[in-house]
């Protein structure tokens, strides 16, 4: 199993993550700390994280301080609490519950847990699905009108119906064309965490591949899709315990 070498926790509670679209709430309660693995980092982790034993060896291995200090930073949130993290399922939980198990320690069995690469291709993909029903939905609004009934007497207040149906179907055509414009709602090359901050916001990721970094980055993503985050939490966050390997 790989071995923790930095975990951060940015924490925030719902009602701020959507306070204001694209901007990072400005109240947060954040944990960051640097682990010594004990074991040779490799060198495209080194890369990565600019992290190496050397800059490593005087700081404390995961230990039962460090899981108080966890422990202590949880018990300050409010509840309920849920982890999230990207690609988590396979790889940020496991490490994280194995490193725990080691020292024969748990934490609150009502903590729960997302995996925003699940969260991010649901996203893509639903809306993947909505710009080809917007596409098929623009296509009819622009086919030609049947004229079978244009000799038929019409009277004023079925004229007036029409052309308010006229400039209703024109501002639906409006809409679903800029929507299906806007790149955002495309999906991305890769699901990787830094494409999709790129993707959703066009501009460079900051700090990617650190700790902290990579939460307020996430953090970033989930405050610019908003509502759909929070929804999409609610309806499939699990217990965090569930995502430990034997």
């Known amino acids: 199993m790989p071995r923790i070498i930095e975990l951060s926790f940015v924490a925030v509670t719902r009602d701020n993550i959507c306070l204001e679209k694209n901007e990072i709430p400005r109240v947060l309660q954040t944990l960051t700390v640097p682990v010594n693995p004990n074991t040779t980092i490799p060198l495209e982790v080194e890369n990565l994280t600019e992290l190496k034993n050397e800059c490593l060896q005087n700081v404390s291995s995961f230990n039962d301080k460090i899981y108080n200090l966890i422990n202590n930073f949880l018990d300050t949130l409010m509840v309920p609490i849920c982890f999230v993290a990207h690609n988590g399922y396979r790889f ?62 019409t009277s004023l207040v079925e004229e007036e119906t029409r052309k308010d149906q006229t400039k209703q179907r024109e501002f639906n055509i409006e809409v679903l064309s800029n929507r299906k414009e806007n790149h955002t709602y495309q999906r991305p090359i890769n699901f990787k965490l830094t494409t999709i901050y790129e993707h959703l916001l066009n501009v460079p990721a900051e700090k990617a591949h650190t700790a902290q970094g990579d939460c307020i980055n996430m953090l970033r993503c989930a405050n610019h899709i908003g509502e759909f985050f929070l929804e999409w939490c609610d309806h499939h966050a699990v217990p965090l315990i569930e995502k430990r390997k034997n």
Not at 102 to 121: G, M
Request: net charge negative; aromatic share 10%; charged share 25%.
């Open 92 to 153: 940020d939980y496991p490490i994280f519950l194995w490193e725990l198990k080691c020292l024969h320690k748990d934490l609150a069995s009502s903590i729960l847990c997302v995996d925003t690469l699940s969260l991010f291709k649901d996203f893509f993909m639903n809306t993947d699905k909505t710009i080809i029903q917007d596409s098929k939905a623009i296509n009819i609004l622009n086919s030609p009108i049947s004229s079978k009934n244009e000799n038929l007497e």
